[in-house]
Every structure is written in C-alpha cells, then in structure tokens.
C-alpha cells in the first residue's frame, strides 16, 4: 500500500478512536441554545425559611384538613380557632342568663306604690296670742324684781367725806364712788342682812346724769339718811356733775 493511503488510514483511525473517547457534541448550535433557555433554574443551595407568622396568645392553632372522611370533619367542626368558628356559631364567652328569682314582680311593685307616704307635720306658726303672752310673762318676770331695778330713776343727789364704807372698802374724795340709800342696801337682791360686805350691791356700777352731764360710780357703801333712790356722791363724782356749792341737785341714774 503506498505510504499516503497508509497515512490516510492512521488518520482515519485517530478520529474514530477519538468520536469514541469525547463525548457527543451536537452540530445543530442554534437547537441547543433552545433547549438552555428552556432548562429551569437551578435553586439555591441554601434553603429559604419560610415566614413565621405570629400565634394568637388566645387563639389555639387551627387542625389542618384531612381527607381521611368521618374523622376529619369531626376534628374540624371540634377546633375553637376563629377560622373554623361559624357566623351561627354560639360565642365561648357567654354570660349567663339573668337569674329572675330575685327580680321583684309587678305585683309586689304595684304593692309598693300603694305604701302612703308620710305627710311632714306643718310647724306651727306664731300667733299673736302666743307673742302677746310671752310679752305679758316677760313683764312679770321683770316685775319680780323690786322698782329701783328696772328702768331710770330719779332722786337727790348730796355728797359726803368718804372713809371705810359699809362695804368694807376705804375710799378717798378722788375716787368716783356713791353710797346708795339704807332701804336700798338693805333690800337689795340677795343680801342676808348679817353681813354688809357681802352685800351683792357692792361694786355694782351706776351712770347719773344732770343738765347734760354724766359721771359713773361705784356702790361701795350705806346711806343712813338717802330717800330709796337718792345717791350720795364722793366730792369727785359731784363735782363732775354740778358745783359743790349747789349741795343737792336733783338726778336720773341707770344700772349701768
């Protein structure tokens, strides 16, 4: 065999020995190309989490669906998941019928209407009787008390050189101090008629005037020769009234 159909051979052989080694390689480009973009993408290596969602603190986990006939429904209708739950569904939280033992009845109602109520007791209004009698005993009740008590009264007035009264008090002409008449001291309300110093007279105050003026005294003894209204003036205290020249002068005096 000529040495170029030898070389032809060898070639020959090499490319089959190779087709066989390699693998296929499609001549049609523009088919594989399709095929590329019709192959899926290959997913992540990673696995993705899926979204956690949040459980209802008051809700308990709705049971899944089963297609296991009888036994599946019964666990459905059986779950208090809100899903599962009914518009006629009966709520959990019912509150409970309204005891009517205790609720009054119409009767006992109409009952209580017909207690009457008490009419208030009107306060008596005062009438001119009742005023004209309080009036009456106020003034018998200050009639008890002798005349030279109440109201002014009118007497002389004389002056003295005071000294030891029957009070048992010792005075001075300076001071403003009266002697009131025996029977005045004598009867005065409350007084025993044993001991003068405990006269309740002494220390009682009164106001004299004459001719627009005034002075007021202190009751600290007894004169024997006074009227039952008569004052007998310190010459201090008369002379805050009139000269002492004038000797007598006639007076009003109050209780002060």
């Not at 000529?2 to 499609?26: D, G, M, R, W, Y």
């Not at 594989?32 to 973009?37: D, I, K, V």
């Not at 019912?94 to 033992?101: E, F, H, K, L, R």
């Amino acid at each position: 065999m000529a040495p170029l159909a030898k070389v032809f051979v060898l070639f020959a052989l090499a490319v089959f020995t190779s087709a066989l080694t390699s693998p296929h390689i499609s001549h049609n480009i523009h088919q594989h190309r399709a095929l590329a973009l019709q192959k899926p993408t290959p997913e992540p290596s990673h696995p993705v989490s899926a979204v956690r969602r949040k459980r209802s603190l008051n809700k308990r986990c709705a049971a899944q669906p089963s297609t296991n006939g009888t036994g599946a429904a019964t666990t459905a209708a059986a779950s208090t998941t809100p899903a599962a739950v009914t518009p006629s569904a009966v709520p959990v939280n019912v509150a409970p019928n309204p005891d009517t033992s205790s609720s009054p009845s119409p009767t006992s109602a109409v009952q209580d209407n017909n207690i009457p109520t008490p009419t208030p007791t009107p306060t008596p209004t005062p009438s001119a009787t009742s005023a004209a009698a309080a009036a009456t005993s106020a003034t018998s009740g200050s009639s008890s008390y002798p005349s030279y008590m109440v109201g002014t009264q009118s007497g002389q007035g004389t002056y003295y050189e005071t000294g030891l009264g029957a009070c048992g008090i010792t005075n001075s002409d300076t001071d403003l101090i009266a002697a009131v008449s025996w029977e005045l001291f004598d009867s005065y309300p409350g007084y025993d008629g044993v001991n003068p110093n405990t006269n309740p007279v002494c220390g009682k105050q009164v106001t004299a005037s004459y001719q627009g003026k005034t002075t007021t005294v202190t009751i600290t003894d007894r004169c024997t020769g006074c009227s039952l209204t008569d004052l007998d003036f310190s010459p201090s205290a008369f002379t805050d009234l009139a000269n002492e020249s004038l000797g007598r002068i006639g007076i009003t005096w109050v209780w002060s």
